[in-house]
């Protein structure tokens, strides 16, 4: 039998990377004798784990159980050729045999499957990957087929969850910024923002940049933030100007969006510069807050929100001043995040060292409008770790404003919470499917802002948010890991999340259509 190919002779010399390795699986193997022949293996002294003979009596038996012993007989031959070659005559314990040979049996095993196609590993391969392919691409042919959300339309006794393509698909995403964040009230900020004229500040609206402006006459506008002549964007940030010029080719525009400069353009056919402003894009104002919304079709903001206003009225939103905001990209659908703000089962296990402990009763509902509500009952303040005290109450509150705190989520993106003290807010800005930007501000009415203790007492209600909110984000994120799963399914709804329901069939609605019978969504 032919003797093995010997090792390169250029071994330690100063060769190509690609040819330095010749300790590499591939070119061991390679150059070990074929299994059976003791040529080589008996130079090392050392028996060969099988012989041809006892190869040949068990294949005739049992082939699987000779694939095997062969496997381990190349396993060892490997191992001796690496001791002999890279350890010399360093003595060889039988430990460090032993170890090197289990790790190399491992590794010749996973290189005999890939490289001879065993048909028995195929086969379970093959079988595990189309195990996996069917879950990946169940109901994948049209996701968008309303028999698929069947039980999430059931009564909340029998509901079940979203499906987890809900929240990882690209397709269902893009539907969802096609019917929702196109087509609704979106909040974008506070009027405080852009107080004097001249003042602006820039927002995406999933992926669309707009303007948020105090005109020069004193008009609050929201413009497209992309140059006319070739689309740049132009703004960043925040500030106050008198224009807008394109860092691109130097377009300018006023701040009501109108062209007022193109250098450049003069002897171009046809070029007029009232053709070419910045569209603008339908914006209202609500308690303080701003809301655009891209279609000229939808109804009014008042008409959205229905009777909230009543609600909350007591808390006079639009006086309030904000004092701190901060921000975090979470790696979660938006909806996760949504259904997390909307719903108290999660309390003792995710918050059961921070505000879990606080005592309340609550009832959960939906509104007369495009909103949805947990309103608690409770002494003292929510706002603050159990155990510290705050600041004085609002003294306009009246009615359950006073009993205690009101949860709500303003469809689609703006959820506050509106205690006996302040009022805490959260902008949740779709970034992709898997990926939200969330801003969560504090509000406290002026004359709390005017007292002498103020900076001592408000670090006790920005400690409560420090330490609640960062449980929510990683729980979040856990969350859409799992959801990303292709073992992932639909689950069944507990009692305690009225609200996340609420939330489901809100969505179905817009994303699906409505649908064909009322969906009883609050317990």
Known sequence: MAAP?????????????????????????????????????????????????????????????????????RAYLVTASLLSVGFGKVNRSVLLFQLVSDFIHQLIKLDHTSQTGDAQATESKASEKESLEAVMTEHASDIFDPAHYKKVRLPLEEAETLPPWAYTSEAFYRREVETIFTRSWYAVGRIERVPEPGDYFSVDVTGIPIIIVRGVDGTLRALSNSCRHRGAKMLEGSGNTRSFRCRYHSWTYDTAGCLRGAGGMEKVKGFELADYGLPEIRLETWGGFVFVNFNREAV?????????????????????????????????????????????????????????????????????????????????????????????????????AAKGTHYVQIYPNLNFAATKDCVFFLEIHPLGVDRTRLTLTSMFPQSTIARSDFAEVVERYYRRLDKSAPEDFVIAEVQQRGLSSPLARAGRLSLQEPLVHHIANWVLDRVIGPAPHAVRAVA
């Open 300 to 400: 009014g903001l008042r008409e959205w929100l229905g009777d909230l206003d009543e609600r909350v009225a007591s808390y006079g939103l639009a006086d309030l001043r904000c004092t701190r905001t901060i921000e975090r990209i979470v790696a979660c659908n938006w909806k996760v995040y949504m259904e997390n703000a909307m719903e108290e089962y999660h309390l003792p296990t995710i918050h059961r060292a921070t505000i879990s402990k606080l005592k309340m009763k609550h009832r959960e509902e939906g509104g007369k409008g495009q909103y949805c509500v947990i309103v608690e009952e409770h002494e003292g303040t929510r706002a603050v770790l159990p155990g510290e005290t705050g600041f004085p109450f609002i003294p306009t509150l009246t009615g359950a």
């Open 5 to 73: 190919e010997p090792y390169p002779r250029w071994i330690g010399t100063s060769r190509p990377r690609a040819l330095q390795n010749p300790f590499s699986l591939a070119t061991i193997v390679k150059r070990l004798p074929p299994v059976g022949s003791h040529a080589s293996w008996n130079r090392t002294r050392r028996k060969p784990c099988e012989s041809a003979g006892a190869l040949s009596r068990v294949a005739a038996s049992d082939p699987a159980a000779a694939a095997s012993m062969k496997r381990r007989e």
